[in-house]
């Protein structure tokens, strides 16, 4: 039964249960149980760290009272790293003070013990409200994020906050190394949100010469310019009621950065040649690679706009610090590659596997791509091989020979290319060699090549 009629339970949503008393966690967890919650319940903070490193919940229930690190030590980390999650916590009269302190924090709720079962249900029904809001696009069931393969927790937090930010208008500043998925992390976001039926209109701010991307950006008028020969629209009317994303927005040229805050502030466009606004509504997500901190200081960056785009940070971590996930991404790439080209390759051997997993990934999972697609497009094999891996990721072969056997492929490299350099003649081969002709012969025949098959037709 749920502890509050007028919020919908979330059946399976995960609950961190802490508590040193066995009893009540063992009565707290069967409770929440029964309420169609997954419990994971432990005795301590040092666990409960230990379990939040292992998967994220949905929510955490502590005692503040606990053995070694209290609860106020596990809010703090929590809130440190994981600022969306909400926390409930338990307390007795003695630490009252300390629990009203951890909710002007940032804690969501405390409860005194003894505490009724209702209300600490009510309070977790609300907690996972705001741990994942409801979205009028149907978004919970994952279909905004569905773009984005990970099983890293690293992902799953920022998938999170990301989650949680897409229930706002607030402006995403995006950050993150180039080819981590920028653009895909926008995507998602307008998905979850409510304008997820409205336009979303991407711009890549440093592929733009600056005598165009004002026009592209704002639009113009006839005669604005020269070959303006008819009006258009700019990319940010043609978002109204959407989300306009600005890829490498630490690209834009001051004077423009001065429009778009303008836009931003009077949520009115102008058109390049017009003095007219035209009111719009538009939520702007942003992204860069750049350190925008950096460019302020060096003025090539306005303070005003960096504070207008970076309402909220959200920072996409490079594919060597989620390398869980290289394995999942690489098979999805091949399988969808596969069937673009028409290959029977099904996967990657084991050792090819763990070369991609071992590989740096300077260029992280655009690079992956096209490590991938290479791969695809030369593999004969329905597994992908380590040598074609190898090549596409420009690493030397690891394949280690013993002296007899380097001896013995030299040799016979040398003797195909002295055939084929004398088309086969074995009297001008072996003198070039500086052999008899019957020791020629016989290594010939050691390393079963036949001469007749270098001469060339006549």
């Not at 005598?211 to 109204?240: I, M, N, P, Y």
């Not at 869980?324 to 390759?345: H, M, P």
């Amino acid at each position: 039964m749920n502890g509050n009629d007028n919020l919908p339970v979330r059946m399976g949503a995960a609950i961190l249960l802490v508590d040193d008393d066995a009893d009540l966690l063992r009565l707290l967890s069967l409770r929440l149980s029964a309420n169609g919650y997954a419990v994971t319940a432990v005795p301590s903070a040092e666990a409960a760290l230990a379990q939040l490193d292992i998967a994220l919940p949905s929510l955490v229930i502590s005692d503040i009272r606990l053995p070694g690190k209290d609860g106020m030590a596990l809010f703090q980390h929590i809130r440190a790293r994981h600022p969306a999650l909400p926390v409930i916590l338990l307390t007795a009269h003695g630490t009252i003070p300390d629990a009203v302190e951890a909710t002007r924090l940032g804690a969501f709720a405390y409860l005194t013990k003894p505490f009724d079962a209702k209300v600490l249900l009510e309070r977790v029904a609300q907690g996972l409200q705001l741990s994942a809001p409801p979205s009028a696009q149907g978004a919970d069931d994952g279909q905004w994020r569905e773009e984005i393969v990970s099983r890293s927790q690293a992902m799953a937090e920022l998938l999170a906050e990301a989650r949680l930010v897409a229930a706002s208008d607030a402006s995403v500043l995006i950050r993150g190394e180039s080819g981590t998925g920028k653009e895909l992390l926008a995507r998602a976001i307008h998905r979850a949100s409510r304008r997820a039926k409205a336009p979303f209109i991407a711009v890549n701010c440093g592929a733009i010469p600056e005598q165009l991307l004002e026009s592209e950006l704002f639009g113009h008028v006839k005669g604005a310019f020269t070959g303006a020969v008819s009006g258009r629209e700019g990319l940010v009317q043609a978002a109204d009621g959407g989300t306009l994303f600005l890829d490498e927005i630490g690209d834009m040229p001051l004077l423009l950065q001065v429009k778009l805050l303008r836009v931003l502030q009077e949520r009115v466009v102008r058109q390049l040649g017009s003095d007219v606004g035209k009111p719009v509504d538009v939520r702007i997500l942003s992204a860069t690679h750049r350190d925008l901190d950096a460019a302020m200081q060096e003025g090539q960056f306005r303070e005003d706009l960096y504070y207008r785009l970076n309402v909220i940070t959200l920072t996409l971590p490079p594919l060597s610090e989620r390398r869980e996930d290289i394995a999942l991404l690489a098979t999805r790439f091949l399988q969808s590659l596969a069937a673009k080209y028409g290959k029977q390759v099904t996967g990657f051997a084991p050792d090819a596997l763990e070369a991609l997993t071992r590989a740096p990934w300077p260029g992280n999972v655009r690079q992956l791509v096209n490590v991938v697609e290479h791969v695809c497009a030369l593999a004969t094999s329905s597994l992908a091989p380590l040598s074609l891996v190898q090549r596409a990721l420009k690493v030397p072969s690891l394949e280690v020979l013993s002296y007899t056997e380097a001896k013995q492929r030299f040799e016979r490299q040398y003797l195909v290319q002295l055939l084929k350099l004398t088309d086969g003649n074995v009297a001008d081969a072996a003198r070039l060699a500086e052999r008899n002709r019957t020791e020629f012969y016989r290594l010939l025949q050691r390393h079963e090549l036949d001469a007749a098959q270098f001469r060339a037709e006549s």
